[in-house]
């Protein structure tokens, strides 16, 4: 199951505390723009940093620490190309690479349930104990690792015709993106099947009007993609308002990936139909809207500047630190290695106290 806890806005919750002098310095609107090397890059000297109103100054202190997500820290570093020409820390042409991201699939499948499978109200948003938590259907770790398949998950949404009806699975794409505070990637896609497909939400508003359950379900198909070089953060030649090249995205899918994810439905409708518990069926181009037509991506931007203890394999290693660099470290998703299909932060903050705990310890 997932636990959900509400959004945080940490300039709302923890301003009283970062507006105390005694704790940090906080400067608003004050944008990196620079990284200053010694002569041979070994040692970070100071940060420029600029507004969009026109000033600019310089930072000095014994450590930095880049913490400005999965893509922006990479086109930090590649922006950073005074001194080593291909970017700061890009000496083995790592930095960008092994972009990672959960590629999320709506109504993969539908699943009519026999009357006696249990408690449908588990797979929807509740509360225990005041926490909100959903459950989801997945395989045990002995099954992943004998098919060769990734982790991943599948939610259900319950009694909403998913199978006939287009525009209710797209306001739910919308209605959860808004949930999580973002506009939903191909907003002008959802938007024309919900007005193309009326007369299905006709109906779904009347059979819920009369509290019918539809005894059909479909499925959310999220998961992890093994780590590729290929799929990388890169420069272009435009710039910003503050003279940066601006980042560009090549995010790859592994090969397989339609396989895996039909392979894993398929396991999971064995075993419901082996127990009795119901049947599924797995939505195509010819039985419905092609699943692999409509992916989008979780917001998770992960492995721009992975971990690894040999810098011909990482940028930072175990510290989080730049390899080569004594006084540079990296915090956020940038350095995962790899992921699953759980969201990200939990293992950021984690890893976030990790290092605080580490540059604490450090030698003045």
């Not at 930072?59 to 820290?73: K, M, Q, R, S, Y």
């Not at 990296?330 to 350095?335: F, N, Y």
């Amino acid at each position: 199951m997932f636990q959900n806890s509400p959004p945080t806005r940490f300039g709302t919750v923890y301003r009283d505390d970062l507006a105390r002098p005694e704790t940090v310095a906080v400067y608003l609107n004050a944008n990196l723009v620079d990284i200053e090397t010694n002569a041979n890059a070994s040692l970070v000297k100071r940060l420029r940093i600029a507004c969009l109103a026109g000033p600019q100054f310089w930072a000095e202190a014994p450590v930095f620490v880049l913490a400005a997500g999965g893509i922006e820290n990479a086109r930090l570093l590649l922006n950073a190309d005074k001194v080593e020409r291909a970017g700061l820390g890009n000496g083995n042409d790592l930095v960008g690479r092994f972009f990672m991201d959960h590629p999320n699939i709506a109504k993969t499948a539908n699943i009519v349930f026999s009357a006696r499978y249990p408690n449908f109200a588990f797979y929807d948003y509740h509360r225990v104990r005041g926490i909100k938590i959903y459950g989801f259907l997945t395989l045990t770790a002995e099954t992943l690792r004998r098919e060769g398949l990734p982790n991943f998950y599948l939610g259900l949404d319950k009694g909403q015709l998913a199978d006939e009806s287009a525009s209710v699975a797209s306001l739910r794409s919308i209605y959860k993106s808004l949930r999580g505070g973002h506009w939903p990637d191909h907003l002008g896609f959802h938007l024309r099947r919900v007005v193309g497909d009326l007369d299905g939400l006709a109906t779904t508003l009347y059979e819920r009007a009369l509290h019918r359950e539809p005894p059909l379900f479909s499925t959310f198909y999220s998961c992890e993609c093994p780590p590729d070089p290929a799929s990388r953060v890169s420069l272009v030649a435009e710039r910003d308002a503050l003279g940066l090249r601006r980042a560009q995205l090549d995010w790859r899918l592994p090969g397989d990936f339609a396989a895996t994810m039909q392979r894993a439905h398929r396991l999971i409708g064995e075993e419901l139909g082996r127990l009795g518990l119901g049947r599924l069926r797995i939505n195509t181009a010819e039985t419905t809207q092609d699943p692999m037509s409509a992916i989008e991506n979780g917001h998770h931007h992960m492995g721009t500047t992975r971990m690894h203890r040999d810098p011909k394999q990482g940028v930072v290693d175990a510290d989080c630190r730049v390899h080569g660099k004594a006084n540079l470290f990296i915090a956020g998703s940038s350095v995962f290695p790899t992921y699953s299909h759980d969201d990200p932060t939990m293992t950021i903050v984690a890893l976030a106290l990790r290092l605080a705990d580490h540059l604490k310890a450090r030698p003045s």
